[in-house]
């Protein structure tokens, strides 16, 4: 299991914190245009760079991508690991940690994505340790940067810091009151934008949503991070104060939604994702406020573990879709049984 998805303070609401920087080799061409024999050689640099003594203690492990099959290429999407996009240009590889809170990716988008994920809401350490990373990998391989513009990256809204800060929440209470539109337009005045959970045009599955930066240039690092902290700071005291105000102003509706959403993962034969992610999310509005005797980790490790892609690969055999929500009912079950 990832190992930033642990306990934490903020757990109630945070579930992680992340930093992606972006970053071109100088004088290569872009990915979409960089040869194949070429996409092979910075990844051989990458792997070089992190065996050197700077680097070798996080002990970064290499796959590439071409190597996979599709269910694995899955698993590290869902994982958080690797974005959809990687596996499309020649040569993509991705280093990660043992612990999966670092991943490399190699000829993405941008020939290099630094990423950093940490557990709860500690985005200020994300950044640092991107940060270090960052200045060790420009020191061995050299990046394409602009005195005027920063960065240079291929696409032009990542031009300038090349940085995407993210934290993700739990914002089921808001989801009900319908107040997430409202937080869009609020969000917007201070440069940040919402997203589901695997980012850019994705679902917020399990009322789980990702707050970022819109803004890459004319901006700096440190700025971005404290706007990011300040904002995700109101919007998480927003949310406690909703569920707060729900439960003691309208305990018996709360209460019945939870409550049913929980005895249906505890009966259901056969489940999708999409319906178990909904219910998950209210198991888990219902164990923060104490209605449920179920430990948030249980409904975290869950929420990670049903996706079709790792349920596949804890069982360790192809399915269908219709034998994936059985195994999907089976799996949640006897994970809410034994927690109990």
């Not at 004088?27 to 070798?56: I, Q, T, Y």
């Not at 050299?142 to 005027?148: L, P, S, V």
């Not at 337009?185 to 917020?204: C, D, N, P, W």
Request: proline residues 2%; aromatic residues 6%.
């Amino acid at each position: 299991m990832s190992s930033w998805n642990q306990e934490d303070k903020e757990r109630d609401i945070v579930i992680s914190s992340r930093v992606r920087l972006a970053r071109n080799v100088k004088e290569l061409p872009f990915p979409l245009l960089l040869p194949e024999n070429r996409a092979k050689h910075l990844v051989e640099k990458m792997d070089g760079c992190l065996k050197n003594e700077e680097m070798a203690a996080h002990h970064f492990i290499k796959t590439e991508i071409a190597d996979l099959d599709k269910i694995n290429r899955q698993v590290l999407v869902e994982k958080h690991l690797t974005s959809p996009e990687l596996g499309a240009n020649k040569g993509a590889s991705v280093f990660v940690t043992p612990q999966e809170d670092i991943s490399i990716m190699v000829n993405e988008e941008d020939h290099i994505r630094i990423q950093c994920i940490k557990k709860g809401f500690q985005i200020q350490a994300a950044f640092d340790q991107a940060n270090q990373i960052d200045d060790a990998l420009e020191a061995c391989i050299g990046y394409a940067f602009h005195e005027k513009y920063g960065y240079l990256t291929s696409c032009p809204s990542n031009v300038g810091t090349g940085m995407r800060a993210s934290v993700m929440l739990h914002l089921p209470t808001m989801t009900l009151n319908n107040q997430i539109n409202n937080m869009v337009v609020t969000m917007s005045k201070f440069g940040l934008t919402i997203r589901g959970i695997y980012g850019e045009h994705s679902q917020a599955l399990g009322d789980l949503y990702q707050i970022s930066n819109q803004n890459t240039l004319g901006v700096t690092e440190a700025d971005t991070v404290q706007t990011l902290h300040d904002v995700s700071r109101e919007i998480i005291k927003k949310e406690r104060e909703l569920r707060y105000e729900i439960l003691n102003n309208n305990r018996v509706y709360l209460e019945d939604k939870i409550y049913r959403a929980y005895g249906i993962l505890k009966s259901a034969r056969t489940i999708t994702s999409e319906e178990s992610m909904k219910l998950l999310s209210l198991v888990r509005l219902g164990s923060d406020l104490d209605l449920l005797d179920q430990r948030i980790e249980t409904i975290n490790h869950l929420m990670t573990d049903i996706q079709p892609g790792i349920l596949t690969g804890l069982y360790g055999t192809a399915m269908d879709e219709a034998t994936r929500d059985k195994v999907r009912a089976d799996h949640i079950r006897e994970q809410l049984q034994e927690k109990e």
